[in-house]
T-cell receptor, first 116, second 113 residues
Framework: AQSVAQPEDQVNVAEGNPLTVKCTYSVSGNPYLFWYVQYPNRGLQFLLKYITGDNLVKGSYGFEAEFNKSQTSFHLKKPSALVSDSALYFCAVRDPNSGGYQKVTFGTGTKLQVIP | DVKVTQSSRYLVKRTGEKVFLECVQDMDHENMFWYRQDPGLGLRLIYFSYDVKMKEKGDIPEGYSVSREKKERFSLILESASTNQTSMYLC????????????FGQGTRLTVV
């Protein structure tokens, strides 16, 4: 069975500082990993994904994430946080070898608060 | 840009009512999904569809049904609404393929009183 954990319910960071939102996963094979962002009262928007290749993935709005197979992690990062980055962030995992539908499992979400 | 449109942003229904939530996507995606989102629980899959008239149960299908008569439209039906179905409902679509990302609608916040 696959799973994903976001260990922090909330992350606070000062504007201009680097931010990290943590994600760890568990799958039987090589994972496909995704990050989504949700602004208040909106649906989720895709930020970036890791399928294969370079472990550092760049995405929308200046975000990037690093796939670390040995630590089974896929942390989301940004060098300099903006107040407008304040939102709810979801990590998701899919095991491409699981057969059938290849279900996506979402984490419980991390609320990012960027303080002016 | 892909657009996934849910018919209502906010709904208030009475216990026992039959409730229809509609979702339309404009990018010819094969796969469509219904999730519910609750604080602390993340997104939980209710049902998904991989083709017209085809559907599969997700993690929490009890009390729900779905309909996909046309490729672009995926409807979620609450047969007899109950207060524990008060939630945010999110529709999503994506192209077939394990590495494709999903596109979400804006969500419907349903309150059952």
């Amino acid at each position: 069975a696959q799973s994903v954990a976001q260990p922090e319910d909330q992350v606070n960071v000062a504007e201009g500082n680097p931010l990290t939102v943590k994600c760890t996963y568990s799958v039987s094979g090589n994972p496909y990993l995704f990050w989504y962002v949700q602004y208040p009262n909106r649906g989720l928007q895709f930020l970036l994904k890791y399928i294969t290749g370079d472990n550092l993935v760049k995405g929308s709005y200046g975000f990037e994430a690093e796939f670390n197979k040995s630590q089974t992690s896929f942390h989301l990062k940004k060098p300099s946080a903006l107040v407008s980055d304040s939102a709810l962030y979801f990590c998701a995992v899919r095991d491409p070898n699981s057969g059938g539908y290849q279900k996506v499992t979402f984490g419980t979400g991390t609320k990012l608060q960027v303080i002016p | 840009d892909v657009k996934v449109t849910q018919s209502s942003r906010y709904l208030v229904k009475r216990t026992g009512e039959k409730v229809f939530l509609e979702c339309v996507q404009d990018m010819d995606h094969e796969n469509m999904f219904w999730y519910r989102q609750d604080p602390g629980l993340g997104l939980r899959l209710i049902y998904f569809s991989y083709d017209v008239k085809m559907k599969e149960k997700g993690d929490i299908p009890e009390g729900y049904s779905v309909s996909r008569e046309k490729k672009e439209r995926f409807s979620l039906i609450l047969e007899s609404a109950s207060t524990n179905q008060t939630s945010m409902y999110l529709c999503a679509s994506r192209q077939a393929g394990a590495g494709t990302e999903a596109f979400f609608g804006q969500g419907t916040r349903l309150t059952v009183v």
